[in-house]
Each structure stands twice: as C-alpha cells, then as structure tokens.
C-alpha cells in the first residue's frame, strides 16, 4: 500500500496557450492552460489519483485573472499549489500554431510570468520530503529560476528527473543550454528530451550517441538504474541504461493535436519513479517506457495538452495490456 502522502516536486512554467483553431470557418486562438511543467504536474496527478501519488507545481505566478484561472484548474486537477509565489507580471501567452498535429510556439510577455521565481522561493522542506524532483524546460532560460533549480536540485532526497524541453524559437544560446542540460544530467536519475531536442543542442550527433555522452556524465542515484529517454514522436522512443537500449514503437492513435504528447511521457515516467522507484534493468525501464508512450497516444487523441492527461484507469481501459 503506497504512502498517501507520496508525491513529485515539479518546478517550472505555467501560462496560457492560444491555439490556432477552426471555429466555424473562421480562423480564432483558443486559450487553453499550458506549460510543460504544468503539464507533467498534471498528468501526474491524474495517474496518481487513484493510489495517492500526488504533485507540487512550484514556480511563479502573475498576478492577473488569467494567472486566478491557472491557480484554479491546477487545484482542480488535484495539483498542490503551495509552493507557488504570485508575482507582479501579466500572465505569459504562449501563441501556438500547427504544422498537421505538430506544435509551433511563441511566446508573449516581458518579464515573462514564470520567470520570476528565485532561490529564496524554494521550498526545500518540500522538495527533501518529495519521492521525485522534476526540473527543466524554458523557464530554466531565466537566470532567477535556473538559480532555484539548482537550489532545489541540491536538495537531498527525491529522484531527479530533467527535461531540456527546448523551444528553437527561444534558444539563443545553444551551448549554454547544452552546459545546462549536462550540469543536471551529471546527477539525474531520468533525463527525458526529443529527438529534435538533441539535434538542436548536439547537430550531428546520433540519439545513441547523445545519450550515452549523458549517461556517461554521471551515475545518478544508482549505477545501474539511471536512463536517458529520446521521444521519437510518432515513430516512439529510445530508453539507453549503462550500455544497452531498447527501441519502443508508439502505439496506433487518432492524433489530432501532438500538444503535451512528450510532457505526458514525461509525467507517465515520473509517475513509475514515485510509485515504484527506479527501474532494476533494461527491461522494467521499457515496461515504463512503454506505458509512457501509451499516456502520450492519448493525450494526442484529443486538443490541448493538460486537458488531456488521463487517469490511470482510463489508459488501462485504452491498453487493456497495461493492466
């Protein structure tokens, strides 16, 4: 019987997204909660709420109506909002477009509301008490927030998952981000980031490749336990531990919207890592990934990306196989 009081930390963005949609022939931006982050706290949410596995979202907040809405879905979503500060910024929008299924962002609003959490903000006694920390995405581009990951990365006590999350149209600086990736890397547990995640921040290099160049980087909690995941979108995803891999296919979906599609992976593997710890061999890592892909299929099978996260019991009924 798990603890009730079992849950992941996950530090990071929460803003609006306006979808480019169709409504009624006409061309509208339908706002929608969002933010990677975001996201993964609430697909964790929802496949642990049946079993008490529960998720802290902490970061900054502004300090607008829509940043009231935000607060509100997240406690509906059974999402912990303790460890957010409300700041004095206009909520960010994140103006999102299609290419087919696949998402394009850019992002609107100096200083960006998510930006604006510092080290003094962390609550450590929170993250010290969590099974799992998640840390990444673009807000780590905000020096304040990359100060309090590593704040909250310092923290001795839950497993370490990170996700570079990179959005091109952000990225001036590469190389800074690819030292970033390798400082939390060195001591994760789990580094999940896509394909074209590691095309961007290593050009010419396979997935094999830049995955083994960040296992190599450090053992993580255990030796033997620590992944690195590469999300391949519709073709599904690498899992590569000490020196083997195991290639994953996605499952046979109704895609009509990829957004959330790789933070529901990540939320899937975090979830694993709370309920059921580290994964002893290369096998239980692609029973995880596996499941994870799964959570993701359905996420794509309907628009927006928190809305989406299932439950447990919905993806069992979806993939009678994972039960």
């Not at 103006?95 to 609550?123: C, H, I, K, M, N």
């Not at 304040?144 to 091109?168: C, H, M, Y």
């Not at 895609?255 to 710890?277: F, H, P, W």
Request: glycine residues 12%.
């Amino acid at each position: 019987m798990m603890d009730a009081m079992t849950y992941a930390v996950v530090l990071g963005e929460a803003l609006v997204d306006l979808l480019d949609t169709d409504h009624g022939g006409e061309r509208v931006y339908r706002p929608a909660i969002g933010g990677a982050p975001l996201n993964v706290a609430v697909g964790i949410a929802r496949l642990g709420a049946a079993s008490g596995v529960r998720a802290e979202l902490i970061g900054s907040l502004g300090d607008d109506a829509l940043a009231g809405r935000i607060h509100d879905f997240l406690v509906e979503a059974g999402v912990g909002t303790g460890g957010l500060v409300r700041v004095n910024a206009a909520t960010t929008l994140a103006v999102t477009t299609f290419d087919g299924t696949e998402p394009s962002f850019r992002f609107y609003g100096q200083p960006p509301s998510y930006g604006l959490y510092g080290p003094a903000d962390v609550d450590r006694a929170m993250v010290s008490g969590a099974a799992a920390l998640y840390c990444g995405s673009i807000c780590l581009l905000c020096e304040p927030v990359l100060a309090a990951a590593r704040r909250a990365w310092a923290t001795s006590g839950p497993l370490r998952a990170f996700d570079p999350n990179v959005r091109p149209q952000l990225l001036t600086d590469p190389a800074g981000l690819r030292g970033v990736l390798e400082e939390f890397a060195a001591t994760a547990d789990l580094v999940k980031l896509s394909l074209a995640d590691a095309n961007l921040l290593y050009p010419g290099d396979s997935a094999s490749m830049v995955a083994q160049r960040l296992l190599k980087l450090g053992p993580g909690r255990d030796p033997f336990g620590k992944a690195v995941v590469v999300t391949l979108g519709a073709e599904g995803a690498m899992v590569f531990t000490g020196d083997q891999s195991a290639t994953v296919a996605a499952p046979r979906v109704r895609a009509v919207d990829a957004t959330g599609a790789g933070d529901a992976v990540m939320a899937a593997l975090i979830y694993g890592l709370v309920a059921d710890g580290v994964p002893a061999d290369l096998d239980g890592w692609r029973d995880r990934v596996i499941f994870a892909t799964q959570v993701a299929g359905m996420v794509c099978e309907a628009p927006g990306g928190a809305n989406a996260m299932p439950t447990l019991a919905e993806v069992h009924r979806r993939f009678p196989a994972t039960s």
